[in-house]
């Protein structure tokens, strides 16, 4: 659903064709979402069998094949609207993280200690490039970026709630 949503989403704003759908997923989730285009593709296909989207042009750039160009329709918009409060109704909160600690027991303690460890640095530097990124963002005013402020503070206080639970374990 989560990919249905960014696609139809994305859509609302702005005639598409694929690949720029990609590239706005990098551009706004600055490498914190990894959306593989078979996955974008299987949403079009989808939003197409539905009426939710339909294509509305071609584009063709040099040697490269034609691309089609997407554009959301009435009942993608009611579905967009849907999807949404679908996800925030009945979404269970939790990360890709959680399945890991699950069985984070099961390690002996020196694997637990190099876990800590490893997670702590990685953390930090994600916290760092989201910092950066909400720089970024402010100094640029729109509603996208505003939105972009909001997922990246949003990040930014998830990692550093997770920063203080690890330290917690040392």
Do not use: C
Not at 65 to 84: C, T, V
């Amino acid at each position: 659903m989560r990919i249905e949503i960014t696609v139809l989403g994305l859509l609302l704003e702005k005639d598409l064709y694929g690949y720029e759908i990609k590239k706005k997923i990098a551009e706004r989730m600055d490498g914190f979402l990894d959306v593989k285009f078979g996955s974008i593709y299987y949403a079009i296909k989808k939003a197409l069998k539905r009426n939710w989207v339909k294509k509305v042009g071609t584009e063709k750039d040099g040697q490269s094949p034609e691309r089609y160009i997407y554009q959301i329709l009435p009942e993608g918009k009611k579905r967009f609207s849907k999807a949404l409060r679908q996800y925030f109704d009945n979404t269970l909160i939790h990360f890709d993280i959680d399945i890991v600690l699950m069985f984070f027991n099961s390690l002996s303690d020196e694997d637990k200690e190099f876990f800590i460890e490893n997670r702590l640095t990685h953390i930090k530097d994600k916290l760092a490039s989201v910092k950066e990124s909400i720089k970024k963002a402010t100094e640029k005013s729109s509603k996208t970026n505003n939105s972009q402020i909001q997922i990246y503070t949003y990040l930014e206080n998830h990692l550093k709630a997770e920063q203080t639970w690890l330290k917690s374990l040392q």
